[in-house]
């Protein structure tokens, strides 16, 4: 059997050759090169492939799609329940299994998302408590916690009404707005010192402690709330963080902050509502400034997935006078309006396009592009 090792450290370089003695084929993915060179040089002259563990394009380069298991095995959680998620939802391989440190993720994720997890944490509780009290019995992950919630800094409010995952500077300027819109959110930050700085700065609750435990959401009251945005720099961590939101406390809607562009897909197929990806959204904006004058944004729809955009037609426009039916148009671009001298117009098929009109256009990125070449502008 093909099998995908995704993480180099000691667990990986273990299984690697326990794996090969059974007869089976083994690859491995890790992003630090050097783990993979000294991997190499203990013997090992299977695939190795460089590069981030959740990134799908170094998973298909590894041959994920022809694996029969694949094994995550990093240091983080996160990066683990993620991958393993990516394996099964998106490229079918019939067995992933993650490792965990953490008992409560390892419940949650066992019983609700129906992952194949091993937990040190738990498997060296139990030879422990072997070694010293035979008839001890381990509690459950659903007794005991990886770490006690921390103290917020602030009172925590009845029913939130927004969890925010994340306390940089987006995380701070989303609160704050929506405090201003009277809203009541509340942060969770897993940096002490920059606690300290959101509680002084905003008068609302931050929490200390790490947005992807189901200690940590429970104590900011994430059951009551009626969203969870994540913004993180990891899109591993706000994955799990939307995940948890919506699996083990019911909150109706989650968004995330998506910071590699490749991962915008995945996320929205293991089930986060709204992606956000700063660098798409600014990508667009400067190609829209730098390509031509002509185009203004007027807002995005469907988290970005389509924008509303103004064309001004210029007064040398090469397809003046052609009516809409003559006029090249993509299938993926619907024309809403055209404003002439003040006047709203509703776009016909007989319907002529003039200099200085205003064309109001529903369209994706690249149905956007091809309308401008197109239409030579």
Not at 41 to 69: N, R
Not at 251 to 258: G, I
Not at 303 to 313: I, K
């Amino acid at each position: 059997m093909n099998i995908l090792i995704v993480g180099c450290g000691r667990t990986g370089r273990r299984l690697v050759p326990a794996l090969r003695a059974r007869g089976h084929q083994v690859a491995v993915l890790d992003r630090d090169s050097q783990a993979l060179e000294e991997l190499v040089q203990e013997g090992f002259d299977g695939p190795t492939i460089h590069g981030p563990a959740i990134d799908a394009d170094a998973l298909h380069q590894a041959g994920v799609e022809s694996c029969g298991a694949v094994l995550a095995v990093t240091g983080q959680d996160d990066v683990n329940l993620m991958v393993a998620q990516m394996a099964k939802e998106l490229f079918g391989v019939p067995q992933a299994i993650a490792r965990v440190v953490d008992p409560a993720r390892s419940r949650v994720y066992g019983e609700r998302f129906g992952l194949e997890l091993v937990c040190s944490t738990e498997l060296t509780a139990d030879a422990l408590l072997a070694k010293t009290d035979p008839n001890a019995r381990r509690q459950t992950a659903a007794e005991e916690t990886s770490a006690p919630p921390q103290k917020p800094h602030r009172k925590k409010p009845e029913g939130p009404r927004v969890c925010i995952v994340g306390g940089g500077k987006v995380g701070f300027h989303l609160a704050r707005a929506l405090q201003e819109r009277g809203q009541m959110p509340v942060l969770i930050e897993r940096d002490e010192g920059r606690c300290v700085r959101l509680a002084n700065q905003l008068e609302l609750p931050v929490i200390c402690g790490d947005g992807t435990s189901p200690q940590v959401l429970e104590t900011a009251g994430c059951r009551g709330a009626a969203a969870l945005v994540a913004v993180t720099g990891q899109d591993e961590a706000n994955l799990i963080a939307c995940q948890l939101a919506k699996k083990q406390f019911e909150v109706p809607r989650a968004a995330a902050r998506v910071n590699n562009p490749k991962n915008t897909e995945s996320l929205k197929k293991l089930g986060v509502d709204i992606t956000m990806c700063s660098t798409e959204i600014l990508t667009r904006l400067l190609e829209r400034e730098v390509e031509t004058s002509a185009l203004r944004h007027v807002m995005s729809l469907s988290g970005g997935q389509a924008d509303l955009t103004e064309v001004l037609l210029p007064t040398d426009f090469a397809l003046a006078g052609q009516t809409l039916t003559q006029a090249p148009i993509p299938p993926e671009v619907v024309l809403v309006s055209i404003t002439r001298n003040g006047r709203l117009l509703i776009p016909r098929g007989g319907t002529v396009l003039l200099p200085g009109d205003r064309v109001l256009c529903l369209a994706r990125d690249e149905g956007l592009r091809q309308l401008m070449r197109d239409w030579k502008l």
